[in-house]
């Protein structure tokens, strides 16, 4: 008896770090259940467009279902993607971070979306969640963050409270890590600017009790993380955790938009946000993970691509008022802020 | 006496592989010069808009004269660069080729020019020049290359014709070197297709006799220039060659200008140029050597950013319709092409 109850001690803490059999199907599932939720509810929205679906196949192994709105009513150009790849090797970028994926075949799943509208009043804004397994290993990743053009502290206020009381139902250290992990990650070094107000972002999130794999070692997440000690979980709570924040995305971002969607705007603030939709290019094709994840796995470049503005506009030697709402922006709003608190730090 | 020209004999032939005491200051005259010249010429063409000159300071050293244009007659933006920069130790993507040069500082001049003219019909140009000295090795490098909007195969054919003219006054394997060279280098892998019609480009040509370093070691150009076998030249040969080809811009673009500018558009061939400016973006930002290198380098953002186009468009799922003006342009033009020679292959 004593010893049948520590055997099950012992499967329990196994399968605790393991994974379970049906894992690829449930992420599987969860990823496609939030497209269709997010794309009913920014239809409904929207009221005027509807999302056009293509489904697609990859040579090497995999399939998606890109769907793309436009010309709507709120949303200029917006796309909702679901896609599952496989293949022999994942590429050597990832296979830095993790070495024990070398010489196994991975799968990886996934949902992304950016939504450009097209009042500058309402912020364009992203989300992407993933899950991947490789041989011996497997882990989470993913966030949404938002990019407004004007500054309103109430939106980014709302924004990270939500996605924090999603976190904070699952651990209270992911918030505070991830939102750092997001503002690290979502950083444009050529132009020492933040790419918006931040949100949540992290990645390699399995059962090895380490939060901060994958960001910078000497960053303010991984620093603060370490601090944190270890964080005990399982494939489940990680599951449970991650598909908490999908499911916030549309608590947190829809009162925005119904609050800023009739603001009336001029030629001034149209010409600002095709500016700063610039920054959001730059962004994506120097620096972010998942458009050179696909682009080196051979993706398929118009759904990867179809993260890129609807227009866009480059100026040289742009500078904004002095005073104006475009300096605010700049000059506050696309610095790190501790806005689950309410807090504005002048840098 | 015979001992005297003996030695007479193997200083030249070691000075003949050196470079000049002046190097630095006439490499640097030269490309000021080419500036010069090029913005002249340019606003004398436009005729509305003049170049607005910023004189800026690299704190970890160098300097360099950002010229911009905008709003103009012909040109809706364009830029013209001189930079100087100098400093300890060349980024990691370049010493990976030049591993002579690891340990010793550097010194760099260029000039480099992108053209965003406004009427479709019109092709956008670029242009780059520049010289490297980093402790016992020295290379020039650059090109010019072409990229309409619209097809005009007589553009295709009198922008290769002049820049081979300028090539094969120093060596009659310059041209079919480096035009694979440029085919190969303004490539975009993710889309299948040439940035445009090409030109001329090369890079790390020193004394050492090799035309293909910095090639991909399997493609075309390499291959070929291997063929060639051995070039023997100087510090001077090259530097003569290099100043023809930066002469010869003005003779392969301006008669393009001058037959294209007064066609008139329509919203349609507007459009398109939105559309593939979009793919300029995507080369510069993910692609590009001199832009990577100026991110690198913690060079000015604005400056080397000067390239992005005024305005720009991305449309999900794209296509030209069977037949038109813009298909002809994606189907042929877009592929490499023998235009020295007057020849459409298809793929």
Redesign the interface.
């Known amino acids: 008896m004593g010893r049948h109850s520590e055997n099950q001690t012992q499967l329990l803490k196994l399968s605790a770090s393991q994974v379970p059999a049906d894992s690829q199907q449930r992420a599987k599932q969860f990823v496609l259940n939030l497209q269709d939720e997010i794309c009913t509810a920014l239809e409904e929205l929207d009221g005027k467009a509807r999302f056009h679906e293509?489904c697609w196949q990859r040579a090497e192994g995999g399939q998606g279902r890109?769907r793309?709105i436009?010309d709507g009513r709120v949303f200029e150009?917006g796309?909702v993607n679901f896609s599952e790849v496989w293949g022999d090797s994942l590429p050597p970028a990832i296979l830095a971070q993790r070495p024990e994926a070398a010489g196994h075949s991975f799968f990886v799943t996934g949902t992304s979306m950016v939504l450009h509208p097209r009042n500058p009043y309402v912020p364009t804004v992203h989300l992407n969640y993933r899950y991947f397994e490789a041989g011996p290993i497997w882990w989470f990743g993913g966030g949404a963050d938002l990019t407004p053009y004007y500054p309103f502290a109430e939106d980014a206020i709302h924004f990270h409270q939500t996605l924090k009381g999603a976190c904070d139902r699952s651990h209270p250290e992911y918030y505070p890590t991830f939102k750092r992990w997001c503002d690290e990650y979502f950083y444009l070094?050529?132009?020492q600017e933040q790419r918006g107000i931040g949100g949540i972002f992290f990645d390699y999130q399995d059962a090895s009790s380490k939060l901060y794999v994958g960001c910078q070692p000497d960053s303010q997440a991984a620093l603060y993380s370490q601090q944190v000690g270890t964080v005990s979980r399982s494939w489940e709570d990680i599951f449970a955790f991650v598909q908490s924040c999908g499911h916030a995305f549309l608590p947190a971002y829809l009162p925005i938009v119904q609050r800023r969607q009739e603001i009336e705007y001029s030629d001034r603030e149209r010409q600002f946000q095709?500016y700063r939709r610039?920054r959001y290019?730059?962004f994506n094709?120097?620096y972010d993970r998942g458009t050179v994840f696909g682009?080196q796995t051979n993706g398929r470049?118009?759904s990867?691509?179809?993260s890129?503005?609807?227009?866009?506009?480059?100026?040289?030697?742009y500078q904004t008022q002095p005073g104006s709402p475009e300096a605010q922006l700049t000059e506050f709003f696309l610095q790190p802020q501790d806005w689950a608190n309410g807090c504005l730090t002048q840098k």
């Open positions: 293509d890109t793309v436009r150009q796309g070094p050529h132009r095709l610039g290019v730059e094709l120097v682009l470049a118009e990867i691509l179809m890129l503005p609807p227009l866009t506009r480059w100026e040289y030697g």
